[in-house]
């Protein structure tokens, strides 16, 4: 039996070299397009664990119910006055 390198040596050795260039072509668009999944797979995993940790953060901002812009707004009218 073999092995898959040596199938593929031997199924491109026959072919003319136009044929030749699109079949390693092809081949490099599939390791191309691999890559870029695990890379997107490896960032949602990696943005999870993130949020994870945000989520598990305390103190950092009260859980009033408003928006980051509302909280910033309202402590920056509060210095304001106290100024």
Known sequence: MLSTAQNLNHLLQNLDKEDYDKAISYIE???SKRKKETARQKAEKN???VD???ASLTGILPDTGKTLEEYREERLKKYE???
Do not use: E, G, H, K
Request: net charge neutral; aromatic share 16%.
């Open 29 to 31: 668009f599939l390791v």
């Open 47 to 49: 943005r999870t664990d």
């Open 52 to 54: 994870s940790v945000i």
């Open 81 to 83: 006055y106290s100024n």
